[in-house]
């Protein structure tokens, strides 16, 4: 079974900064896609950003970036610029190419001071 | 954009009671995937439709079932209610296959059992 870890259970950064949250994962597979999602305090599960392990290329969404690193299994997300409404829960999760349901990890929330 | 909606969005129910939650995909999407969240904890998947055909079953307690139907809309109907099944119960859909995997997740039904 997969298994998605998200070592920072809280983080804070300063509005105008740049922010980057892990995670790792681990699986048996080769050909796989793994998400970013943002849950602010509404608890609206909202899409970030996407990437598809068979693709090098880092993802990139506005001001979102990801750091794939495929032999490592770790998936970064880098916020820049961030802005109060990135304020939320930020999760990772995991789906495999033939299967259907997303892994998630324990997530991390994401505080942006003014 | 049409996102996918979720009827109702807040319900509160006795132990013993029934509860039947309702998702709406987006439209021309067919595989629509039900996922439970507890206060302070990840989504966890429940189960996933295709075509209106089971195609995954997760963590799903035995007094639940669902089903999806010719329009593709979905009904997840929950039996002998428990305390335990308070929680935010998430619908999500995606795209026909062949296209996109991404789930797009609708606003969330908060069930609470007194």
């Not at chain 2, 079953?57 to 209610?81: C, T, V, W």
Request: proline content about 5%; overall charge neutral.
């Amino acid at each position: 079974a997969q298994t998605v870890t998200q070592s920072q259970p809280e983080m804070s950064v300063q509005e105008a900064e740049t922010v980057t949250l892990s995670c790792t994962y681990d699986t048996s597979e080769n050909n796989y896609y793994l998400f970013w999602y943002k849950q602010p305090p509404s608890r609206q599960m909202i899409l970030v950003i996407r990437q598809e392990a068979y693709k090098q290329q880092n993802a990139t969404e506005n001001r979102f970036s990801v750091n794939f690193q495929k032999a490592a299994k770790s998936f970064s997300l880098k916020i820049s610029d961030s802005q109060l409404g990135d304020t939320a829960m930020y999760f990772c999760a995991f789906l495999e190419t033939s299967g259907s349901r997303l892994t998630f990890g324990e997530g991390t929330q994401l505080t942006v001071n003014p | 954009a049409a996102g996918v909606i979720q009827s109702p969005r807040h319900l509160i129910k006795e132990k013993r009671e029934t509860a039947t939650l309702k998702c709406y995909p987006i439209p021309r999407h067919d595989t629509v995937y039900w996922y439970q969240q507890g206060p302070g904890q990840d989504p966890q998947f429940l189960i996933s439709f295709y075509e209106k055909m089971q195609s995954d079953k997760g963590s799903i307690p035995d007094r639940f079932s669902a089903q999806q139907f010719s329009d593709y809309h979905s009904e997840l109907n929950m039996s002998s209610l428990e305390l335990g099944d308070s929680a935010l119960y998430f619908c999500a859909s995606s795209a026909p296959k062949g296209q996109s995997k991404t789930q797009y997740f609708g606003p969330g039904t908060r069930l609470l059992v007194l």
